[in-house]
């Protein structure tokens, strides 16, 4: 049975916001979304079955994407195609949520494990086929320490099912459409960027279709300052201070968080949930329920985010600084990414992530940490998602290539996106707990 749970008649579920997120409160009192005590969330611990086959894949997928041509839309999207196949597998056999997209019949006694296999290695190569023969070998491994049976086999089945109804379902979404853009050149206006002057990345994004939101530009902001406002002049005075290549004024922590963030948000914030679904011993259903939320959320943030950025074509900092403060050396920290900068993509992909995570796991989830392949040797320790939000804010703008504005409103928009999704994600089956910690 094939079902479509995107639907507008979802009831939208209870949720919890704590102190200390400002943006997130006040988006919730003014949709209504109902704020309960953590203790929700601790009721009862979905602790049945191993998840290291979910979260073993997740690696997997982070390490395909992050071989391939780089493409942090086509990332996001990718990641949410293989979660939502891996969810929608489990969840055929476990029953513990409603499915994201399909369910398929399935024997409470098929193998988890087995079509968790299936449903990543399936997609991973549909999307990847340059990458077929690692996943194949991969896959290979995996299977052989399975026991074969009729469990094993029909849990394959059942992961093979959702894999090709899931990759049906997105084979429409747009992401294919070839779309015409032709760059600017008036004052405020985006233009190519130096050292590559590379053409602008995936114009068209903000139409593909969401993963739960009903459109790209269904939290559209206003547009971005302008020039002549406060808040313009003050973003160009810091970026132009701190931002510079070899700025005295930002320090060597600041330097190297800029660095760190250059790897995609995908890359570092996946990691997050592979450590707390550990930490918190969730299993294998609710394991991946996390990861579905987390890159179904993300892949959505950056559609509204290009959604944005070609609806503005805000120019970037190193262009408007050589041109308005008439010195052609100015030199951003970190390459500027080829793309306009309103609103930025890594601190929408940060609030959707953030508000995604303090629903499921709280605030404080206990401590953390994440590496980047961009700063080599450097580990970030956290003890909240905030901290994490807040530091991508703000590496962004010591890193040059984004206004502050762009960061600040970029990660409100993604908090409207997490909201949404939490509203209208996959519900707890009767005679389950919501809850997912203790």
């Known amino acids: 049975m094939f079902r ?31 704020q309960e005590s953590p203790v929700v969330l601790g009721l009862v611990a979905d602790k049945a079955g191993d998840p290291s086959p979910v979260i073993r894949w997740n690696v997997i997928a982070l390490e395909t994407t992050r071989a391939a041509a780089f493409n942090p839309l086509r990332e996001t999207r990718s990641l949410a195609i293989v979660s939502a196949a891996v969810f929608d597998a489990v969840n055929s056999i476990t029953r513990r949520y409603e499915p994201y997209a399909v369910r398929v019949p399935a024997q409470a006694t098929d193998s988890a494990e087995a079509a968790v296999h299936a449903a990543a290695h399936d997609t991973l190569v549909a999307l990847y086929p340059d990458a077929a023969a690692s996943l194949d070998a991969e896959y290979g491994r995996v299977l052989a320490a399975l026991a074969d049976g009729p469990a094993k086999a029909r849990g394959l089945e059942d992961g093979r099912a959702v894999a090709a109804a899931l990759l049906a379902l997105r084979s429409f979404d747009h992401a294919n459409d070839k779309v015409e853009y032709q760059p600017g050149n008036g004052v405020g206006v985006w233009q190519p960027t130096p050292p590559a002057g590379a053409p602008a990345l995936e114009p068209g994004w903000g139409k593909v279709t969401p993963f739960f939101l009903a459109t790209g530009s269904q939290y559209r902001p206003e547009p971005p300052p302008a020039l002549t406002s406060p808040d313009y002049i003050a973003d160009f005075k810091e970026i132009a201070d701190v931002g510079a290549q070899g700025s005295p004024q930002r320090t060597a922590v600041q330097t190297e968080a800029a660095r760190f963030w250059m790897s995609t948000a995908p890359q570092l914030w996946n990691q997050v949930v592979q450590q707390l679904a550990e930490t918190h011993h969730l299993g294998i259903s609710s394991t991946a329920f996390v990861f579905l939320l987390l890159n179904t959320a993300g ?26 403060l008439g010195d052609p050396t100015w030199t951003p920290l970190i390459p500027t990414p080829p793309f306009p900068d309103y609103i930025a993509g890594h601190t929408t992909y940060a609030g959707a992530a953030e508000a995604v995570l303090i629903h499921l796991l709280g605030e404080r989830p206990g401590q953390f940490s994440i590496t980047s392949a961009t700063a080599s040797g450097a580990i970030h320790r956290y003890t909240s998602f905030g901290q994490v939000a807040d530091e991508v804010v703000n590496a962004r703008v010591w890193g040059g290539v984004h206004w502050r504005t762009s960061c600040t409103v970029g990660r409100s928009v993604g908090n409207k996106v997490g909201v949404y999704t939490l509203r209208h994600m996959p519900r707890v089956r009767t005679g389950w707990c919501s809850g997912l910690i203790n």
């Open 4 to 34: 479509m749970s995107r639907i507008a008649s979802l009831l939208s579920v209870s949720w919890i916001i704590l102190a200390g997120q400002t943006s997130l409160v006040s988006w919730a009192q003014e949709t209504n979304v109902g």
């Open 299 to 324: 892949a959505d943030a950056m559609i509204a985010a290009w959604d944005s950025k070609y609806a503005y074509n805000q120019w970037r900092p190193v262009t408007a600084i050589r041109a308005q």
